[in-house]
């Protein structure tokens, strides 16, 4: 990492009275205070216009209260610029520019002390909460935080429910006064633990009337519960909602402890939501010393086989009382339609050798699944027992033998507790068997049952899963973990995560194309998604047995998505036999990369449209994306991103005219055309469709 | 392990009524029947009269119930006599002889299934139940199981409070009608969930009017929570309370399933009550196929110098808010009264060198001990970080060439999920240091945060962690874990726990001497007790700095607590300065072994006296230790035990004329007499007191 520190420090004593810092370009005004009766305030101005009116700022716990009674003790402001660079990522360098203001708050009758600490950028702030060590208590059973976020209108709200324990929700696109209804019209989720009243998931995007885009979000959260938002729907503010365990109680605090930085992208362009890169920038450098095994990679997978409607299953056998570790699984009457066979798997590392693609996934290998009684047993899975039909030695080999590494799955079925028991072992057994990245997986309740997904014992797991992983230099892909709060700065060996509702759903209700057009100014700005794109034969009645799924996507939109749904592990998902059907399309999933040097968002408009243009990090070629919603589109792609003078050629994978996500998603097409800084391309985008463009320069 | 089984099983066929089946004497009488509205009872009668009259058995689960509509479908019975060879305890062969009963109850609408088996032994019963799998749910989420134990009368009562997170309670004597005052009269322990209502604990002791003695407590508690009694204390009734965790559920169960047994030891000589294997007769065959590595020991230790009132600590540093991990513990100021130092622990290894003694235990050698706010923070202790002046590679090496091993200690302040995640690398970190057998503590309120110490998921944490440590060889002596049920013959790398109330609260308040009069009719019926005996300095007056406490003993008891408190793993409690004071006295530690041949129970009353006679499993010495309660005694040694003919040599360690707990504990004296099979030696014993003899053959 290379940095470039300017920094100005200044320590200000003050009997009272309001703070304010700007922004570096000076467009965002942040301005903190104390009430009357002591509650700190703050409030922030957009280009000249209130965006967050006074908001209140504070923390109860059981022993004590950091909600009123302060007086502002002594400011610290400082500016900094510095840049440093990623492992992977969208960029090869980032920028990390920004004014601080740590506002230092003191009471009496209890002597408490309390830091705010606001960093203001340009693209948006972070602030937290920094309880240092105090003369009361030093441990807090944390009940609540009570971070206000005061809007000012009746915006437009891009969002998903509040829930414990799932993220997997299509996003409504509503208002402060619709969203009552938008919640009520979401059906309970299986996993779900709804909370009550009007309460979303971060991260969500907010438009107002004036077309300013506000992104809110958290970073770096470690040691601490996720943050839901209570919505006032009639007043227009917000409210943190931290959650709670089971027992009712959100955080065990020992002081000094800094909370998340709650985070406010902020930009009336929506490309600026997309392009930030704040979140990352208000995470811990990276953790990790050596990092030279951390690769970027893509994958297919033994996985879309069981979610075809053919009936195949992660199972061995239909014994569904089994237990794993007691049940002989040598001798359990095999069910016939378990593709984590050895036969099959060798076809998918046969075909990722053929084609480039670096790994091959393989659900349903090990001892369990016949049994999803998840939460009401202690022990599920072995993480070290494969099934009787998955030889594993063979396929170890085998793989090694074609240059393909076989990536592991570790389903626990929400049972953290037992995975932090057999978690050495089973990092253990992937490297003893040559493996360099897992998926996790938590579905169900969690175990221990004071737990939801997201409470804070469940967020110190997945940190300490991740630690533990990047000790065996092992990569993490992980699913139904807390959703990501830019942590993979810190630790770049947490790939990817699902965290939201991803590819698989086109087989259970699908998602519709507009989907894809709100994750990344959502869900994204957390971190990489597992999102699994590639999806060539998206009508699934072509599986038979009443499967009707119609995926909300054209296939050359797939291939689009590998730059609209940037993560540096990319799956392609679809069936080998898929792939063979269409081969010149199948070329581009072989060619895009996973890591870029660089990335220049074009066009952008939430649950509409993005086009993006990428920089590959090893070789001077570009990558572009373009996808829509349901409606048909000319997305206008300016090349002015390329070197002045130099000549390309790109090869356009784009829907045929007559191509439509519902009616004839597999019509594409694919031409060559030159282009060069000054070319401006007008390119037909169809309903749920998209285009994927490769730039390689002309020698 | 040899077995010889004499083995006839009968399966009938009944429309209904009661069946009964005898102990193989004919002593004990089980009735077994379903009454009009199909609820299984029982009954026991004891040499010709009720001892248990009609009792209702079930389980109530949320899924469906198990208590009722129940016919008997068919009875099997089978006599087995056979015996088996423990890898350590009080008999190199166990005879287990019984008859058994299996009642197969069905229920119709639902459908369900039960078998209740009860296997009637000459000193007791025991009984369980079955369930198969089920046409209906085979997933049980239990609330409550119902086993009555209805009595007849106003018996006595040997027992502690019911809690579900700690037995370190001094035993009430009392009566059914007189529960109430005795519970009320206990404080609140610190770390106890005392449950509401009149409830106790197993295991417990009962005595009623004709002298009849009954020990009741379960055997081979596994996958279940513990079991609890409410006290009907008017009907004379007890019924089954099973520990739940905090939400309320009590066990997760997946068919088929065997609770543990329900047992009852039962003889009007108190003798037999001490003497009987049952439990563990009623536990699992040893489990680990090459035990040669379980090795029963004596050890001294850094541990009870921070009980004697002179300010040393666990800890490194005084700073209470120092993290491990995240403190640098090399920089940290150290508090100068830390004795886990290399210097004295060297001194320790010595002693034990120079005095045969095999083990050393250092408490407070990892970084952690400065921060005791257990349940309130999720990682408390590292088990690979040696404190800066705990220099293991030195001590490790040191310990090696003195021929003494290292007890390594994992306090983990109640936190078994972190201790989970944690401990293939302490175990490994254990074995990479030469060591081989652990102290465990769980002292705090349980995380998981669902979890009691004695719920359910504790129960298989408890089984999980001995069967990780089996796998790296290594015996574990657990502090604070769910209270023994016999499965140290299942694990024998189990060597002992702690589970009641120890030496340690000699400091604490102190134990009067009827304490070790009735915690082996109690508590060690589960299991081995890690007592710490062996205390010569007991009036802590001695180490000045305002501690006044006296341990309710004289020196020569503290002798014959390690016969009278048999357990595979013995500490010698007291500082080597205490012992280097009275030499001749501590020979008695060095000579006495830990593992035996035979023991020979001959003398017995709870809370008033013991004396037992041991033969050394690996030679032909005897051992005798005598204990009384507050009150002198003249104990009767009747030396028949012998082998007829032989002449043995007898040196007694024994109370002075003068000794008194209170006012002379250290007046012992020590004498040698010739002993035969025909002596009958009658011993004093002081008030407190009580003596030990070696008995060596006369060569």
């Known amino acids: 990492m290379r940095t470039f520190i300017t920094a100005i420090s200044i320590g200000v004593a003050l009997q009272a009275s309001a703070i304010g810092i700007t922004s570096p370009s000076g467009d965002i005004v942040l301005n903190v205070d104390v009430d009357a009766s002591g509650v700190p305030i703050y409030s922030v101005d957009y280009k000249g216009k209130n965006l967050v009116s006074d908001s209140r700022l504070g923390l109860t716990a059981d022993e004590t209260s950091f909600a009123d009674g302060f007086r502002i003790e002594s400011v610290d402001t400082v500016t900094v610029d510095r840049s440093w660079e990623p492992v992977w990522g969208e960029y090869s360098t980032v920028r990390d520019h920004f004014k601080e203001l740590a506002v230092n708050l003191k009471a009496d009758n209890p002597e408490r002390a309390l830091t705010l600490r606001f960093r203001v950028f340009d693209d ?75 309460t979303i998931q971060t991260p969500m995007l907010l438009k107002t009337g004036d077309g300013v885009y506000v992104n809110m979000h958290e970073a770096a959260l470690d040691g601490y519960p996720a943050m839901l938002l209570d919505v006032d729907t009639e007043n ?10 089971r027992l009712g109680v959100s955080a065990y605090l020992q002081l000094p402890f800094n909370t998340p930085w709650r985070t406010l992208i902020i930009s009336d362009d929506a490309r600026d939501i997309l392009a930030s890169q704040l979140v990352l920038n208000l995470n811990e450098p990276c953790a990790i010393e050596d990092t ?107 793989a090694k033998e074609k240059g ?33 990245a897992v998926k996790t997986g938590y579905v169900g309740a969690i175990i221990p049952r004071s737990e939801h997904h997201t409470s804070q014992w469940m967020v110190d797991h997945a940190r300490d899963v991740i630690e533990r992983a990047a000790d065996y230099q092992i990569m993490v892909d992980s699913h139904e973990a807390p959703r990501p709060t830019g942590l993979c700065r810190t630790y770049p060996n947490w790939l990817a995560q699902e965290s939201a509702r991803g590819g698989e759903f086109e087989s259970m209700g699908g998602n519709p194309p507009s989907h ?45 998505l590998y730059l609209t749904m940037p ?40 649950n509409k449209y ?90």
Chains 1, 2 share one sequence.
């Open 124 to 198: 948006g702030l972070g602030f937290r909460y920094e309880l240092p060590v105090q003369k009361g208590p030093n441990y807090l059973t944390l009940r609540g935080e009570n971070t206000q976020f005061n809007y000012t209108d009746d915006h437009k709200l891009y969002c998903i429910p509040g829930d414990y324990d799932t993220d997997e929700y299509l996003f409504s696109e509503t208002t402060f006064s619709g969203l009552p209804e938008a919640l009520n019209s979401y059906r309970r989720h299986s996993e779900a633990q709804r909370t009550g009243g009007n």
């Open 567 to 606: 993560s540096p592990i990319q799956m392609a998902c679809d069936l080998p036999e898929n792939y063979n059907r269409f081969p010149d399309a199948f070329q581009f999933i072989k060619d895009v990369p996973v890591d870029w040097s660089d990335s220049k968002y074009l066009e952008a408009e939430p």
């Open 404 to 436: 393909v590494k076989l990536i592991m799955h570790h389903e626990t079925a929400a049972n953290a507790a037992d995975y932090a028991l057999q978690l050495d072992r089973a990092f253990q057994f992937m490297k003893d068997n040559n493996y360099d």
């Open 236 to 245: 227009y503010d917000m409210t943190s909602h931290l959650v709670p365990d």
């Open 292 to 398: 030279s095994w951390i690769k970027p990679m893509k994958f297919v997978g033994v996985w879309w086989e069981m979610f075809t409607g053919n009936q195949k299953t992660w199972a061995y056998s239909d014994d569904h009382l089994a237990r794993p570790g007691e049940t002989d699984y040598t001798k359990l009457t095999p069910n016939g339609r378990h593709p984590a066979n050895t036969d099959n798997v060798k076809k998918y590392i046969d075909f990722a050798a053929e084609n480039g693609i670096d790994g091959v996934l393989v659900e349903g290998w090990n001892e369990g699944w016949e049994d999803w009684a998840s939460y009401r047993k202690n022990r599920q899975f072995l993480f070290d027992a494969p099934y009787p039909d998955f030889d594993l030695p063979l396929l170890r080999d085998y």
């Open 610 to 699: 993005i086009t993006v243009a990428r920089r590959d990090k090893h070789s001077d070629d570009w990558y572009v994306g373009a996808i829509t919603d349901g409606n048909a589109r000319t997305a206008l792609i300016d090349f002015s991103f390329l070197p002045k003078g130099e000549k390309y050629e790109a090869t356009i994978y784009e829907d045929a005219p007559d191509a439509n996500w519902e009616t004839n998603p597999q019509a594409y097409r694919i031409r060559k055309v030159k282009v060069d800084s000054r070319t401006r391309l007008k390119q037909h985008l169809a309903p749920g469709g998209g285009a994927a463009i490769r730039v390689v320069p002309l020698k």
């Open 516 to 560: 894809t057009c709100i994750l990344p100014f959502t869900r994204l700005k957390g971190g990489p998604m597992d999102y699994t794109p590639g999806l060539f034969q998206t009508d699934l009645s072509y599986y038979g047995e009443g499967k009707t799924d119609k995926a909300g996507t054209t296939l050359a939109r797939q291939l689009a």
